[in-house]
């Protein structure tokens, strides 16, 4: 029995591989055929062939499958990628590439990866903060919400760039729902909350790798320290009034003299 080889090296990247909705992707496909020519490339979303290039039926080698929300650039795909344009929700999921070489005998070779369809939220993160000014020994109690997104955002509170509160990772589930995000925080500040004096509070809001916003508030505090005052106006008023008194002297003492 004569060794059979196997197609080497098959690797699928999808670019990007989180995707906003209505957006493109380019998904390429990189293999070894070992010196043996290529048969065909077959794309597949789950189980379902969309798209298939197929060298030795020129001019027709390329061959597109009808898929729900999958539009296939035909003049930007061929041996190696499959531009995808126009990308909605139902597209999260497994994308397969199967290599074929046409050897004797026909060998195999295949890659998954996944993609995320979303979508970003309209506004940023907003905080909301209640009993300020704030000192050792006070509940610090505040809350940051999120415009809705596809999945909802993941979002966490540093307070002086410290995590003091995070929103609980998504399940599956989620990842196909559309909601706000919500994260509140209460905490009882000490000495090391402070840095000198200072409270300044982030909330982070993070989709994948493809949406990082944060906003940031500067508490009040008893702490903060209060700005030396600037003395120059003050001994310029002094140095005026002494001027005018000794003015006034002079006047007077001169009428005086006169009188006299």
């Known amino acids: 029995v004569s060794d059979v080889i196997s197609v080497k090296n098959v690797l699928l990247t999808i670019e990007p591989r989180v995707v906003q909705k209505g957006t493109s992707s380019t998904l390429r496909c990189s293999f070894d055929l070992q010196?043996?020519?290529?048969?065909?490339?077959?794309?597949?979303?789950?189980?379902?062939?969309?798209?298939?290039?197929?060298?030795?039926?020129?001019?027709?080698?390329?061959?597109?499958?009808?898929f729900k929300g999958i539009n296939v650039d035909r003049e930007a795909s061929n041996s190696t990628q499959v531009v995808l344009r126009d990308i909605d929700f139902n597209l999260s999921?497994?994308?397969?590439?199967?290599?074929?070489?046409?050897?004797?005998?026909l060998t195999t070779g295949a890659d998954t990866k996944a993609m995320l369809v979303v979508e970003l939220p309209e506004y940023p993160p907003t905080i909301s903060v209640t009993g300020e000014p704030l000192d050792y020994g006070d509940i610090l109690r505040a809350n940051c919400s999120c415009s809705p997104s596809r999945p909802k955002t993941s979002l966490t509170f540093f307070l002086n760039n410290y995590?003091?509160?995070?929103?609980?990772?998504?399940?599956?589930?989620?990842?196909?729902?559309?909601?706000?995000?919500?994260?509140?925080?209460?905490?009882r500040l000490y000495e090391e909350h402070f840095n000198d004096g200072r409270l300044i509070l982030r909330c982070v809001a993070d989709i994948e790798e493809i949406y990082?916003?944060?906003?940031?508030?500067?508490?009040?505090s008893v702490r903060d320290p209060v700005p030396e005052r600037v003395s120059a106006y003050n001994r310029s008023v002094s140095t005026a009034s002494l001027q005018l008194l000794f003015l006034n002297m002079f006047v007077f003492v001169n009428i005086l003299l006169v009188l006299s």
């Open 163 to 187: 995590t003091v509160a995070h929103t609980e990772p998504l399940s599956p589930h989620q990842y196909q729902e559309s909601a706000w995000s919500d994260l509140s925080l209460e905490i």
């Open 93 to 105: 999921g497994n994308f397969m590439c199967e290599v074929t070489t046409d050897a004797t005998h």
């Open 35 to 66: 010196d043996e020519s290529l048969y065909s490339v077959k794309w597949y979303r789950g189980r379902h062939e969309f798209y298939r290039f197929t060298p030795s039926e020129q001019p027709n080698s390329k061959k597109i499958f009808k």
């Open 212 to 220: 990082h916003v944060e906003a940031v508030l500067k508490l009040g």
